[in-house]
């Protein structure tokens, strides 16, 4: 009986921990892949360089964005724009994880909600940040 009880403690633990990549030292970040609506994403704790701090970047393919931007980029302080460029994803690191559908995060300062509906990333600190709907519509708040 004991043993069931640690197991399932065990599970529990994991369920609700925050993934492996995640390292909130000021200039780190955590990529992690999102099911609706499939993409990656990069939720940063400070962002050193350019000096924008805390920053949440989605790259995908979004309604709203000129063909030629992939990415929707939006700031703690409530910044938000499209742009074009490409995660570092070049070099040597852990596999991403995949937000589940149902499950609420904690990375970076930020609180991310996946839903069926899409992805929900809020600053903590500010209560800014966006929701991508599964039609990759973008809303920033």
Known sequence: MGKIALAGFAIVALACAAPAS???????????????????????????????????????????????????YVTASGQFTYRSANIGVGYDHPPFDTLVVGQTYNIQGWTIVAGDDGIRLTNDGTGHGMFIAADTTVTPF
């Not at 350019?50 to 309604?63: D, E, H, L, T």
């Open 22 to 72: 995640a390292d909130p030292t000021p200039g780190h970040d955590a990529k992690v892949k999102t099911q609706t609506p499939p993409m990656l994403c990069e939720i940063g704790s400070d962002d050193d360089w350019p000096g924008v701090g805390p920053n949440v970047i989605c790259q995908g393919s979004f309604v709203q964005a000129s063909p030629d931007d992939d990415q929707a």
